[in-house]
């Protein structure tokens, strides 16, 4: 895990996770990294609304499809399969205009996945973080800002 790279200590559901003093040059880079948003707190109240359409042109990498996971973008979890395997359930945050998560079940293995074309509103993303969006979804998907959340 991440935090415990950088010597974190997880204090529990109230107060999460708690870093050394030194660590904030690297926490923030963790941060930018996986959410696209450095940490602060008016990265998180700066947010507008996402238009994203799902794209299978770039097959080198599946971005759309997850193994016994749910299926994260810059680090938001878009869609994931539920208990029985049957079936996926959207992120919290998500709504599918076209288009549904699936699940199917290969060897014993729940594989999420969302359909190449699907189009759904990923709300409350911050604003720092859609350039973040846009340069994970090159040959995977288009991003187009709403907006302000």
């Given at each position: 895990m991440h935090a415990k790279r950088l010597d974190g200590r997880w204090r529990g559901q109230?107060?999460?996770w708690v870093f050394e003093p030194g660590r904030g040059?690297?926490?923030?880079a963790l941060c930018l990294r996986i959410w696209g948003v450095d940490g602060t707190p008016d990265a998180v109240t700066d947010?507008?609304?996402l238009r994203i359409?799902?794209?299978y042109t770039d097959i080198r990498s599946a971005v759309w499809i997850a193994h016994d996971a749910p299926v994260y973008l810059v680090g938001r979890e878009i869609a994931a399969?539920?208990?029985?395997?049957?079936?996926?359930r959207p992120g919290r945050g998500v709504k599918f205009l076209s288009g549904k998560p699936g699940c199917k079940t290969e060897l014993h293995h729940k594989v999420?996945?969302?359909p190449h074309g699907s189009v759904f509103l990923l709300k409350d993303t911050p604003r720092m973080a859609v350039?973040?969006?846009e340069r994970?979804?090159?040959g995977h998907g288009r991003c187009q800002v709403l907006s302000a959340a």
């Open positions: 109230e107060i999460g040059d690297a926490l923030r947010c507008v609304e359409e799902a794209d399969s539920l208990r029985n395997g049957r079936a996926a999420t996945s969302i350039e973040h969006f994970a979804l090159h």
